[in-house]
């Protein structure tokens, strides 16, 4: 199967300790998305990268989120002194151009709970 | 401010029941509508994409439609297996660069046999 995969799909911690989260796109897509679900709510956009650019982050992402594609391939997503609030799903999808920049792939996600 | 907005919440139907669920949306500079499924604990899976008034797409079961201010998606003669949370989603354009989706709460869909 050559879906988006993440890792891990799921990760306890305590307030306070960081995070990260891996993110593996579909191999010939160039943009990668990360977004952010809590229960009962549609996916919020935090950041995408095009290559290893990352052109558009959210207003919303606190200085404690920080993204990286180094090589424009795999994605990190860390947080840093996690919060209770930051307990939510957090998605990575890809797409191919910008053209299908709404035809995104997602993977699986990680589920995050801070304790 | 760009918003988008599905009702209902919920829906429950009986096999082979037909309805359609609805995403309205004020935003400036439409780039696209997208429809997506989204199954308990998965990410969600790519269904449609709207980019202009009157346009129509469909598959299977389910046709989605688009006006100037919402979208249907309209399920004929569902299944069980259609169960799962709808997502509608509009391309807007982004606050630096670019381009991003900004999600609906989603409707989930329960069909009952």
């Known amino acids: 199967d050559t879906g988006v995969s993440q890792d891990p799909r799921h990760k306890i911690t305590k307030r306070g300790q960081n995070v990260t989260f891996r993110c593996d796109p579909i191999s010939e897509h160039n943009r990668l998305y990360w977004y952010r679900q809590t229960l009962g709510q549609g996916p919020e956009f935090l950041t995408y990268?095009?290559?290893?650019?990352?052109?558009?982050k959210s207003r919303l992402l606190s200085d404690r989120f920080s993204a990286e594609r180094p090589k424009g391939s795999f994605s990190t997503l860390e947080i840093q002194r996690t919060e209770q609030g930051d307990s939510a799903m957090y998605l990575c999808?890809?797409?191919?151009?910008?053209?299908?920049?709404?035809?995104?792939?997602f993977g699986p996600g990680t589920r995050l709970t801070v304790t | 401010e760009d918003q988008v907005t599905q009702s209902p919440e919920a829906l429950r139907l009986q096999e082979g029941e037909s309805s359609s669920l609805n995403c309205s949306y004020t935003?400036?500079?439409?780039?696209?509508l997208f429809w997506y499924r989204q199954d308990p604990g998965k990410g969600p899976e790519f269904l449609f994409t709207l980019y202009s008034a009157g346009e129509e797409k469909e598959k299977e079961r389910l046709k989605a439609t688009l006006t100037k201010k919402e979208s249907f998606l309209h399920i004929t003669a569902p299944k069980p297996e259609d169960s799962a949370t709808y997502l509608c989603?509009?391309?807007?354009?982004?606050?630096?660069?670019?381009?991003?989706?900004?999600f609906g709460e989603g409707t989930q869909l329960t069909v009952n046999p």
């Open positions: 989603a509009v391309e807007i354009r982004g606050e630096t660069s670019g381009s991003r989706l900004t």
């Open positions: 999808a890809s797409s191919k151009t910008r053209d299908s920049a709404g035809e995104q792939y």
């Open positions: 935003v400036s500079g439409l780039r696209g």
């Open positions: 990268f095009q290559n290893e650019a990352q052109l558009e």
